[in-house]
């Protein structure tokens, strides 16, 4: 069974950083595509940042160049530094696995960002 601890929200000031960690349990983890959605508050989930077991990334256009999604496959760890923040990042944060082989998806519980103006 996979659990997904996240950690490192909290609340800063425009322009400042933050860095989002978030472990996994079990074994699947070095298989697994992982994946940093947000949702702020009364919008849809969107997708921030996706990283390929291999290590291939991609980002949403509203964070490219700003955000970074790395991963840690011996800690089963993957992280999003967040630079150059803004008011409009301000929202939840998922972590996210997909673990294609075995048709499975896992959520983490979700850290809150909160970026002032």
């Known amino acids: 069974q996979v659990q997904l601890v996240e950690s490192g929200g909290g609340a800063v000031q425009a322009g400042g950083s933050l860095r989002l960690s978030c472990v996994a349990s079990?074994?699947?983890?070095?298989?697994?595509?992982m994946a940093w959605h947000r949702q702020a508050p009364g919008k849809r989930r969107e997708l921030v940042a996706t990283?390929?077991?291999?290590?291939?990334?991609n980002y949403a256009d509203s964070v490219k160049g700003r955000f970074t999604i790395s991963r840690d496959n011996d800690k089963n760890t993957v992280y999003l530094q967040m630079n150059s923040l803004k008011p409009e990042d301000t929202g939840v944060y998922y972590c996210n696995l997909n673990h294609a082989p075995s048709s499975r998806v896992y959520w983490g519980q979700g850290t809150q960002v909160t970026v002032s103006s």
């Open positions: 079990g074994t699947i983890f070095s298989f697994s595509a």
């Open positions: 990283a390929a077991s291999g290590g291939a990334t």
